[in-house]
T-cell receptor, first 115, second 115 residues
Framework: KNQVEQSPQSLIILEGKNCTLQ??????????LRWYKQDTGRGPVSLTIMTFSENTKSNGRYTATLDADTKQSSLHITASQLSDSASYIC??????????????FGKGTKLSVIP | DAGITQSPRHKVTETGTPVTLRCHQTENHRYMYWYRQDPGHGLRLIHY???????DKGEVSDGYSVSRSKTEDFLLTLESATSSQTSVYFC??????????????FGPGTRLTVL
């Protein structure tokens, strides 16, 4: 069964500090991995997408890494801001054949940035 | 929220009553999805549509039905609401399901409470 596990479940950090969120998956055959940011009361919004051949991808202060061999990804947030307070969801896509794919969602990490 | 609206945004109803949630998009995307989001779970797919009048079940489809009579509208119906269907419901859209890089764009969500 395809699974996506995220850690930690929740995290509190001081404004200006860095943090790293983890995502481990057992999805196969792997297509890509996305990190979504979900603000309270809003729908998820894509931050980055990573394919099998990509190791690192940045989007501003967000940097995602992917190790396809160990099936692990991380999302690093640099110089955190209050607006980074949100849930971060790891979503892994598996190829299901016939040109279609299936998404498996992690439960998310709830990040709180405090002044 | 990428030209996606959901209505109502909040609803409280009683067990046994029918409920219909609406998703409307202005992006002319072919694929539309309904998810539910509950504490302790990742987003779970209820139903999806790959065109007008073309729908298929997701992983948690029991107790739900859908209809798509126009490209822009996707309706989710709970024929007889139960307390276990209390959740936040998200609609999502995508251009295709066959691209490995395909991104799903999410609506703002509908919070449904079944008493």
């Amino acid at each position: 069964k395809n699974q996506v596990e995220q850690s930690p479940q929740s995290l509190i950090i001081l404004e200006g500090k860095n943090c790293t969120l983890q995502c481990n998956y057992t999805v196969s055959p792997f297509s890509n991995l996305r990190w979504y940011k979900q603000d309270t009361g809003r729908g998820p919004v894509s931050l980055t997408i990573m394919t099998f051949s990509e190791n690192t991808k940045s989007n501003g202060r967000y940097t995602a890494t992917l190790d396809a061999d160990t099936k692990q990804s991380s999302l690093h947030i640099t110089a955190s801001q209050l607006s980074d307070s949100a849930s971060y969801i790891c979503v892994v896509s598996a190829i299901t054949g016939a040109g279609s794919y299936q998404l498996t969602f992690g439960k998310g990490t709830k990040l709180s940035v405090i002044p | 929220d990428a030209g996606i609206t959901q209505s109502p945004r909040h609803k409280v109803t009683e067990t046994g009553t029918p409920v219909t949630l609406r998703c409307h998009q202005t992006e002319n995307h072919r694929y539309m999805y309904w998810y539910r989001q509950d504490p302790g779970h990742g987003l779970r797919l209820i139903h999806y549509s790959y065109g007008v009048k073309d729908t298929d079940k997701g992983e948690v489809s029991d107790g739900y039905s859908v209809s798509r009579s126009k490209t822009e509208d996707f309706l989710l119906t709970l024929e007889s609401a139960t307390s276990s269907q209390t959740s936040v419901y998200f609609c999502a859209i995508s251009e295709s399901r066959g691209s490995s890089h395909n991104e799903q764009f999410f609506g703002p969500g509908t919070r449904l409470t079944v008493l």
